[in-house]
């Protein structure tokens, strides 16, 4: 599976509430999307649909201004986008500061909704340091593994067919001992996440994006 991205937060067009948004994705009629998506999702506080207000979510300027915006990630509307298109989604969790009760009650609120849930992420490239505060380990494998295993088997409690997805590294070459390495020793995932980024404001149609994206996912089923 491949995909686009768009960081509302960055860009000033806002969120689902847009009816530019909302009537692109009526179009376009895209099957699955992932919501919050991007480094936003690693410090998102579902119970007021914008970022935490604290020292990690402020690390990064445009956090800091989007928090500073009141920035809205419009939750209800993109649900209720889903749901009529009859699409499903990708929900990325907080893994940095959410407990497990947080985990739990997002779940049950997401459920609630009558989206269709494909996967639940569990974190954005939690392997880089900027982005491993809190929970996710500080770029440690291990501690990562071990904390969003017991979100996974939390969450199985509320959705036992509910399936997740880690997000693996595709700047370094394969180890035992390295992040991928690690993690594909766990059972508890049933999918990866690779971002292998191009020049973000280049056409992802471009013969040159689509090769690079292609020879991504053949170095993983390589290390698979």
Known sequence: MFGANSQFIFYG???YENPRVASLLEKARLPQLRFPGGKGANYYNWKTDRLYDDEWTREEPARSKAVDNKFNFSFAEFCKTQ????SSGILVFNVIKDSLADAVGRLQNRLACGINIDYIELGNENMYMTQ???HAGQGNAT???LWTSKIANALLQVKPDLKFS???H???SYSEDGWNGILAKQTYYHAACMHPYHTTETSIYDSFTV???FNARLSLEHYV
């Not at 749901?83 to 009859?86: C, D, E, G, K, M």
């Open 170 to 172: 595709h700047h370094s």
């Open 166 to 168: 880690v997000p693996v």
């Open 143 to 145: 501690k990562y593994a």
């Open 132 to 134: 491993a505060q809190g």
């Open 83 to 86: 749901v009529a298109l009859n």
């Open 211 to 213: 090769q690079l994206l």
């Open 13 to 15: 067009t806002g969120s």
